[in-house]
């Protein structure tokens, strides 16, 4: 993948590059399930929302402000890095009057037990 990115920035008048899945604007749904740490107790608790797979520079490509904490970098695309960025709607339901950054949240994606994401 890396060498498509540079082969794609080496191109006249690109600005700037990055890859998503599914692609943004194209209508398609791809839920998850997410839940804070009381979901752990009461699976009813999990919702659903839609999720995208970015990789580093997505979000400056797509030149989405960021509110609050980081975007992913290189260094976070290894193994064993469970890292999401959300938005203010779920950052809001998840964390009532609080900042999310930092916080925990559990994703069900094809596993029957959830996964602590960051």
Known sequence: MHQIQ???????????VAAAF??????????IRWGTEEALSDPGKF???DFQIVLPGY?????????????????DNVPGRNLVV?????ADKAFPH???VGK???IRIKTPNPNGSK
């Open 6 to 16: 540079e082969r794609l920035r080496a191109i006249t008048g690109v600005q700037s």
């Open 22 to 31: 599914p692609f943004p604007l194209a209508g398609d749904f791809s839920p």
């Open 47 to 49: 919702q659903a929302v």
């Open 59 to 75: 979000f400056e490509s797509m030149r989405t402000p960021l509110i609050a904490g980081r975007t992913f970098t290189d260094a």
């Open 86 to 90: 959300i938005d203010q709607q779920l």
């Open 98 to 100: 609080q900042s999310a």
């Open 104 to 106: 925990r949240i559990l």
